[in-house]
């Protein structure tokens, strides 16, 4: 397993372009690219990939990611033996980056003021090849990005863009060291974004990440002060108030989008954070290009 790492400024930020699943049967071969102007991110799911980056071989195994860098040579150093199924993504980081045997921290593209206020230079460190043991989260983040990409509108461009940020700090490599209390809480913040359309209890979460209910509750308050419920209930709220703004959609399809079976406990809730009830915020902020319903 390759043991190098590619190290991306954040600012700006990396930009999802497209993604798909690819499949290839015996024989077949990865295509020959030498311009690709995108970094390619790959999710191995089954077979074996025997592909060649400036000449450098590599076999990546299910349960493996690789990545490709832009306008670099990679094509197929041997033939697909069995068939080989996996996830790809395309991404584009306008941001300074390197390659190298150990992360390196790199320096912002944009120029940060510090007169007022710090701006940290934020990197991203990925393994290019790396095994991962979360199949089925991974896995299901990159369909809602495909699902939200699909779309072909504001809210699904927007959503793709934040799911896949999401998906980079699941398979970054940290170099700082939290407390697991701080840990947690970052992956319990994670998990209640990527599926906030879905019926979410502190239950579910002490399920999901192994540990006792009341662990999921003080790790959240401690580290953001916010009740897993409470920031599920905000996270929601704005959520709806893209598809208020920016869409026709009925308040009752709103709510079951954002999580709510219940179009009653749907208005409550938003209007405990922002003192309206859905339809009076559209009438309210919504441009005029927007129908209310």
Same mark, same amino acid.
């Given at each position: 397993?390759?043991?190098?790492?590619?190290?991306?400024?954040?600012?700006?930020i990396p930009?999802?372009?497209q993604?798909?699943?690819?499949?290839?049967?015996?024989? /077949?071969?990865?295509?020959?690219?030498?311009?690709?102007?995108?970094?390619?991110?790959?999710?191995?799911?089954?077979g074996?990939?025997?592909i060649?980056?400036?000449?450098?071989?590599y076999?990546v195994?299910?349960n493996?990611?690789?990545?490709?860098?832009?306008?670099?040579?990679h094509?197929?150093?041997?033939?697909?033996?069995?068939?080989?199924?996996?996830?790809?993504?395309?991404?584009?980081?306008?941001?300074?980056?390197?390659?190298?045997?150990?992360p390196?921290?790199?320096?912002?593209k944009?120029a940060?003021?510090?007169?007022?206020?710090?701006?940290?230079?934020?990197?991203?460190?990925?393994?290019?090849?790396?095994?991962?043991n979360?199949?089925e989260?991974?896995?299901s983040?990159?369909?809602?990005?495909?699902k939200?990409?699909?779309?072909?509108?504001?809210?699904?461009?927007?959503q793709?863009q934040?799911?896949?940020?999401?998906?980079l700090?699941?398979?970054?490599?940290?170099?700082?060291?939290?407390?697991?209390?701080?840990?947690l809480?970052?992956?319990?913040?994670? +998990?209640?974004?990527?599926?906030?359309?879905?019926?979410?209890?502190?239950?579910?979460?002490?399920?999901?990440?192994h540990?006792?209910?009341?662990?999921?509750?003080?790790?959240?308050?401690?580290?953001?002060?916010?009740?897993?419920?409470?920031?599920?209930?905000?996270y929601?709220?704005e /959520?709806a108030?893209?598809?208020?703004?920016?869409?026709?959609?009925p308040?009752?399809?709103?709510?079951? /989008?954002?999580g709510?079976t219940?179009?009653?406990?749907?208005?409550?809730?938003?209007?405990?954070?922002y003192g309206?009830?859905?339809?009076?915020y559209?009438?309210? +902020?919504?441009n005029?290009q927007?129908?209310?319903?």
């Amino acid at each position: 397993m390759d043991n190098k790492y590619i190290s991306i400024s954040c600012l700006p930020i990396p930009t999802f372009i497209q993604g798909g699943y690819a499949i290839f049967d015996p024989g /077949e071969n990865h295509p020959n690219r030498n311009d690709l102007q995108y970094f390619v991110l790959m999710f191995i799911v089954k077979g074996k990939l025997f592909i060649s980056e400036d000449d450098v071989n590599y076999t990546v195994t299910p349960n493996e990611m690789f990545i490709l860098l832009p306008m670099h040579h990679h094509y197929s150093w041997k033939p697909i033996d069995s068939q080989t199924e996996y996830y790809w993504i395309h991404f584009y980081a306008n941001g300074k980056w390197i390659q190298d045997s150990k992360p390196v921290k790199t320096g912002s593209k944009v120029a940060i003021p510090t007169l007022h206020y710090f701006t940290p230079n934020v990197t991203l460190y990925l393994k290019k090849q790396h095994a991962f043991n979360n199949q089925e989260s991974l896995f299901s983040i990159i369909n809602k990005i495909f699902k939200s990409s699909a779309q072909q509108n504001d809210v699904g461009f927007w959503q793709a863009q934040h799911l896949f940020i999401d998906l980079l700090q699941m398979v970054q490599t940290t170099t700082n060291t939290e407390s697991p209390a701080e840990t947690l809480a970052g992956r319990i913040q994670l +998990y209640l974004r990527d599926h906030f359309d879905e019926k979410i209890t502190n239950e579910t979460l002490a399920d999901t990440f192994h540990v006792h209910p009341n662990s999921i509750i003080s790790s959240m308050k401690k580290t953001f002060g916010i009740t897993p419920n409470s920031f599920l209930r905000r996270y929601r709220s704005e /959520e709806a108030i893209k598809r208020l703004l920016t869409t026709n959609e009925p308040v009752s399809t709103i709510a079951l /989008e954002v999580g709510y079976t219940n179009v009653y406990y749907f208005s409550n809730a938003f209007k405990k954070d922002y003192g309206l009830a859905p339809a009076e915020y559209r009438k309210k +902020y919504a441009n005029n290009q927007v129908t209310t319903k």
